[in-house]
Structures are given as structure tokens and as C-alpha cells.
């Protein structure tokens, strides 16, 4: 069974950092796509970020509204993959959720991912 395992989600002010991860845990997939959505009441879940590397070479996409100040990483010994976000704004509130394929999916389209977290959530606010 495949189990993907966030953390690091909490409330931090304007200007702040947080690191969240996500482990997964009985199938790896430095082979496929690691990614980062987020979610707002409301509103449908929106692409965040994601290391595709079923090519061989990993690439690296983000949203514009992030570009600049997160950074997606990973770790293939640990199969555990990172969301550094950095100058947190208000607007980046959300519920942060990884997701994972191990084929090569289109990054930017939620609906191929077969695996996702269960969710970590991120408050911005002094």
C-alpha cells in the first residue's frame, strides 16, 4: 500500500519560512513526478510545484505565484521530497498537499496523479 506522509505545516508570519515534506512510504518515484498542490476553501486545487524525472534528468517547474521564493527538492535515499517556501504572503494560506506518479504524467494536471497526502496546512497571518 502506498502512503504518501506530510509535515511542517503551521502558522508563521509575513516574511517567514517553513519546509514542509512529504515521505512516501511503499513505492518510489524519482522515476515519475513529485509535486506540491495547495488548496483554499472554496476553490479548486492549484499546482504549486513539481520535479518531473522520468526522463532520466530532473526538471523543475513552479507556478508563477511562487516562482522565486519556494523551492522543491528531494531526497531519493529517504524517497522524500521538500517544499522550501520562503517571503510567505497572506495569500499563500492553504492546505499543501503532495502528490506523486511514478509515470510521466503532465505535472500541471491534478487529475493524473494517483497518489496524494493527506494535507498540511499553512496560515500566514501576524
Known amino acids: 500500500q502506498v502512503q504518501l506522509v506530510e509535515s511542517g505545516g503551521e502558522l508563521v508570519q509575513p516574511g517567514g519560512s517553513l519546509r514542509l515534506s512529504c515521505a512516501a512510504h511503499g513505492r518510489t518515484f524519482a522515476r515519475g513526478v513529485m509535486a506540491w498542490f495547495r488548496q483554499t476553501p472554496g476553490k479548486e486545487r492549484e499546482f504549486v510545484a513539481a520535479?518531473?524525472?522520468?526522463?532520466?534528468?530532473?526538471?523543475?517547474y513552479y507556478s508563477d505565484s511562487v516562482q522565486g521564493r519556494f523551492t522543491v527538492s528531494k531526497d531519493d535515499a529517504k524517497n522524500t521530497w521538500f517544499l522550501q517556501m520562503n517571503s510567505l504572503k497572506p495569500e499563500d494560506t492553504a492546505a499543501y498537499y503532495c502528490?506523486?506518479?511514478?509515470?510521466?504524467?503532465?505535472?500541471?494536471?491534478?487529475?493524473?496523479?494517483?497518489?496524494w497526502g493527506q494535507g498540511t496546512q499553512v496560515t500566514v497571518a501576524s
Open positions: 520535479i518531473a524525472g522520468y526522463t532520466g534528468v530532473d526538471y523543475y
Open positions: 502528490a506523486a506518479d511514478s509515470s510521466s504524467i503532465h505535472y500541471l494536471d491534478k487529475n493524473e496523479y494517483d497518489y
